[in-house]
């Protein structure tokens, strides 16, 4: 398999050849070889500089260094002597006065400052041309990336590289800055026979080292240090490789420079190419850019006017053309939808990106694109069309969000869960149905947050937008969120990204509404919402020796009228305890602490029950009635996945450990579906293809999941024991997984009951304190009882709902395949259709499926659902960690590129066929250049006219090489391959 981009185009896309852009055309010259510019180097193995104690000069060079400063020269010798004798003409430390040099240790250097543990602080050099040798060759207008550490060291080690220094392997957001600056090759040379110039690998293979003496100007305002602008340096590096030296592309030196819109047509691909054309857009409010298959999607902070919208959507449902539409989701759905409808294999829609990214508003563009859609069709099929569910499915966002969604550190509408939502389409393409499967809801967040983060935004919404006839009857009158404990935990109460929680609310009430929602179950639920509030502010008092009791207090009072409750019940249920044995039932006292552990529980367990109850009510909404006339299960569906990025804080528990062992298992599914799919696929064709080393991640999979030494396996048993600690759990994980080379640890470390995880997106430590305590979520037996005890009807069932299997998950329930009708059922209804009878939750924490057994079982079962469609990737992006507008920080969006595995993506499409074409398109698209001659095969079959046409395209392309001074000999064959012309889907790969 080959690259199409064998041709350098003169364009500002810095593509040619084949591709979306047209045929071969004059303007194409022969792409650099390897031994100079175009050529992948790595670190340098020589440096030919003066020393810092003898200055070196040559016959054929005068080396001169003086202050540092704008008309400082330092000439550089080439192939000097390892030991050179200074030149008579030549002053004692190499040209310096003096005057102008000081002391360190027993050598001489330059009038600078000592060196320091500062970034890069060297002075612009000003270099003084060598003497041309045969070796020599000007490189004109050749640009290339240099790592801005290689400079710093040759500086700061006075023009010498310090012995055995390689590239920093460290990357990450604590990096200051990226670690790239652009460069103008003045001239270089190479050491393999032949010259600088060779021949272009065309496989996947790696070209062999050659050494390559370059001398470089550092040119770039953009990424460069101020004080390394125009600093000329020289030094030897090997070919093949891109850790230090990087080619660069020419598109940005054109008039009026325009980024590719897909990175694969980037004649020289790799991190800092990528990285700089990301922000070329971004800086042009171009947020999308294709990348092969994948879409990124860079968050601006802000609204971008006339990216969204009917106009803009309208660019997107003309009939499939040859040219690929513009970067966008709306193409990415597009894209979704009509393979579904032609291709008739269900589809998916992968959005993932950490926290901050983006990923919940790139989710709503693409299901409001979908739903769209539905409409149009509806329209055309019928004159009077009929609301279909598309408003219901859209408008349960809001409500998800109010209930799901919190500010974090890294983003103020982050997902706290996760979900898959699944739409289903008639054959003709109208949404017929949806059911939503969550994730994982981070009950935790209720009794704590960090500071800087707030709770769910629903109680910050109530609080500030209800009525004050409201307020009265919730029991809120004159109370904000600092009068709560979960809603002031954190001393946090607004939102960063300038979002009112009063208009959120009425975004909460508009969407129940739409949704169907009574204005009876609305009542209820925000009911439950202020119980809670006022539950959080419960304070308990010693009682006796051991025991504890209720402090009588206005929110005690508040919580008791709206749980429906007596004070002796609850105070019943979270100051004893009640422990059967030989047949009688004893009570024994709590503790203050274990007390307000049991309040902690009644708060996580109602609130869970009410986002349980949420989920399977708007499940019964969306399912749209004309599913009757259809079997489900045949339907053609479209899954949309918006689900938890990757988490690192300074506080990492086991929530951290679920979401990122999610990431682990969603993140090798990418990398099996980008790399092991395109490789067998080429082996399938025949096509001559050297496979490329994908990242596979299953050695970190294995130490989280693997049976009895995995770290949720050894968690589990742990809480099988009743007398296991958090301490003995810590012990029992080094015991079995230290050797494993993906786990970190140390003896502080195990002693803090901590250890750490090498994730392919970095490493993670983690606190195991009451990891235990959080994978049994263990609820009393007497929480359920009282909350089912409850005068108030919705609160009773919010207690029978908790009695269920609790290996079922939140919105996995199949009665939501019936129809509701116009209007929802009342609760009432719905109590007896949602809670089986006999059913009973286990009362022992033995028996009951653990957190992270049941998160395990749902991913499973995720990703079979994902293996059974076709996948489409957006990779959302932000730009900088602090979320606001008009900043691109290269580093952390390089971060997110190495984390997310795009750049391993990019490389495998852009080595090999990034194109392919019907075999019609093919003709379509290139007959007109060889229309008259293809007059002949006018009724053979259009494989046969392939192969024709690339046969007439041969001379041509050859004819522009030779005028552009390249290759005298082509085989074109190596750059176009042609599928079987009896193949269900026959392509030409290009």
């Known amino acids: 398999m080959h690259n199409r981009s064998r041709f350098e185009n003169s364009s500002s896309n810095g593509g040619g050849g084949f591709g979306p852009n047209g045929g071969v055309r004059p303007g194409l010259r022969p792409m650099q070889r390897p031994g100079g510019p175009g050529v992948a180097p790595s670190r340098p193995t020589s440096i030919y500089t003066q020393q810092s104690n003898n200055r070196m000069s040559s016959p054929n060079t005068t080396t001169t260094t003086g202050r540092p400063g704008p008309e400082t020269t330092r000439s550089v010798s080439y192939n000097q002597p390892r030991n050179p004798v200074r030149s008579p003409s030549t002053p004692a430390g190499g040209g310096v006065p003096p005057s102008q040099q000081y002391r360190t240790g027993n050598s001489y250097s330059p009038s600078q400052p000592p060196l320091s543990s500062s970034p890069i602080r060297s002075s612009p050099i000003k270099n003084t041309q060598p003497t041309a040798t045969a070796m020599h ?34 990357r990450g957001r604590d990096i200051p800055s990226w670690g790239w600056m652009r460069a103008q090759i003045l001239q270089s040379s190479s050491s393999a026979a032949g010259g600088a110039i060779g021949q272009h690998r065309l496989r996947g293979s790696s070209t062999k080292g050659k050494s390559i003496l370059a001398t470089m100007k550092i ?33 940005w030196k054109q ?118 859609q539905s409409r149009r069709v509806q329209a055309i099929q019928q004159n009077h069309p009929k609301v279909g569910v598309e408003s219901q499915i859209l408008q349960s966002n809001p409500i998800l969000e109010s209930f799901g969604n919190a500010r974090t550190v890294r983003n103020d509408n982050s997902s706290r869960f996760g979900k898959y939502m699944e739409l289903l389409f008639s054959p003709s393409g109208t949404l017929l149905s949806a059911s939503i499967q969550t994730y994982l809801l981070e009950k935790v967040r209720l009794i704590t947050q960090a500071p800087g983060e707030r709770n769910y935004h629903v109680f910050y919404e109530l609080l500030a937008g209800v009525s004050q006839k409201d307020r009265q009857l919730l029991k809120i009158a004159n109370v904000t969120a600092r009068d709560f404990r979960m809603t002031a935990a954190s001393g946090t109460f607004d939102r960063r990204d300038g979002v009112d929680d009063r208009e959120t609310y009425q975004d909460l009430r508009m969407a129940l509404d739409t949704v169907g929602f009574s204005v009876d179950e609305q009542s209820a639920m925000l009911s439950v919402v202020c119980a809670l509030l006022h539950t959080s502010n419960i304070d308990f008092q010693p009682a006796g020796a051991d025991g504890s009791a209720l402090v009588r207090s206005t929110s005690l009072r508040n919580a008791l009228e709206l749980l429906g409750v007596p004070m002796e019940a609850l105070n019943n249920a979270l100051c004893l305890c009640a422990i059967e044995a030989r047949g009688e039932i004893f009570h024994k006292n709590m503790s203050v602490t274990q007390a307000e552990k049991a309040l902690e529980a009644l708060i996580k367990a109602a609130y869970g029950a009410l986002f349980t109850y949420i989920v399977q009510a708007i499940n019964k909404s969306i399912t749209g009635e004309d599913t ?38 969603l993140q090798q599914q990418f990398n099996r579906f980008v790399f092991k799919l395109e490789q067998e696929e080429y082996k399938e064709e025949g096509i001559d293809w050297s496979f490329i080393d994908f990242p596979d991640n299953q050695d970190i999979l294995d130490l989280i999941e693997k049976k009895r030494v995995g770290i949720l396996s050894i968690l589990d048993e742990n809480c099988r024991l009743n007398s296991q600690t958090d301490s003995l759990f810590v012990r029992a994980v080094y015991d079995k997984c230290s050797k494993h080379p993906r786990f970190l640890g140390t003896n502080t470390q195990k002693a803090n009951l901590q250890f750490s995880i090498n994730h392919y997106a970095g490493v993670v430590t983690y606190d195991c304190i009451i990891f235990l305590e959080k994978n049994k979520d263990e609820l009393p037996k007497e929480t359920t009882e009282l909350l089912a ?92 960690d602090q979320l606001v507008p008009h900043l691109f920080e290269a580093h952390v969006i390089a971060d997110q590129l190495r984390c997310a595995g795009v750049l391993e993506a990019i490389r495998v499409a852009r ?80």
């Open 628 to 665: 009757v006339n259809f079997a489900v299960e045949s339907l053609p569906r479209i899954g949309v996945l918006d689900i938890f990025g990757f988490e690192s804080f300074d506080f990492n528990s086991f929530e951290q450990l679920c979401i990122n062992y999610c990431n682990e298992a």
């Open 911 to 990: 080595v090999g066929f990034p194109h392919r074409f019907l075999h019609d398109q093919f003709l379509e698209r290139y007959s007109i250049l060889g229309k008259s001659k293809l007059s002949g095969f006018g009724r053979t079959p259009p494989g046969q006219r392939c192969v024709a046409l690339v046969k007439l395209l041969h001379p041509m392309v050859l004819s522009v090489l030779r005028e552009g001074g390249g290759r005298d000999s082509l085989d074109l064959r190596e750059y176009v391959h042609l599928r079987c012309c009896d193949s269900p889907f026959p392509f030409v790969y290009v």
């Open 255 to 372: 008039p009026n420079p325009t980024a590719p819109t897909d990175l694969c047509s980037l004649t020289h691909l790799h991190e800092p190419s990528v990285v700089f054309c990301l922000q070329k857009r971004y800086e042009q409010d171009i947020i999308y850019t294709y990348t092969g298959k994948i879409l990124l999607a860079l968050n601006p902070f802000r609204v971008v006017e006339g990216v969204y919208g009917d106009q803009v959507m309208k660019q997107y449902w003309q009939p499939m053309s040859l040219e690929r539409p513009k970067p966008h989701a709306y193409a990415i759905a597009q894209d979704a939808y009509k393979s579904l409808l032609d291709m008739k294999e269900d589809q998916s829609v992968l959005v993932s990106g950490e926290s901050g990214s983006g990923k919940t508003v790139t989710t709503k563009i693409i299901m409001g694109y979908l739903a769209t």
């Open 137 to 170: 060759r000007e490189l004109g207008d050749n640009y290339v990336w240099v790592r801005t550490e290689l400079v710093q060291a040759i500086w700061n080690n006075h023009g010498k590289l310090p012995p055995g220094w390689k590239p920093s392997r460290k």
């Open 219 to 251: 040119d770039d305002d953009l990424f460069a240090p101020e004080e390394l602008q125009n600093a000329t340096v020289s030094f030897s590096y090997e070919s093949g490789d891109t850790e230090t030296v990087c080619p660069a592309n020419t598109w």
């Open 789 to 880: 005890s409850s005068s108030v009807p919705f609160l009773a069932h919010l207690g029978e709902l908790l009695t269920r299997d609790s290996s079922s998950s939140a919105g996995n329930d199949r009665t939501a395949q019936a129809s509701p009708g116009k209007n929802l059922p009342s609760y009432a209804q719905r109590r007896a259709e949602l809670s089986p009878k006999g059913t009973k939750r286990s009362a022992s924490s033995m028996i009951r499926e653990s957190v992270g057994g049941q998160f395990r079982n749902q991913l499973s079962e995720l990703r079979d659902r994902i293996d059974s469609t076709t996948p489409h990737y957006v990779r959302c992006l932000k730009p900088n």
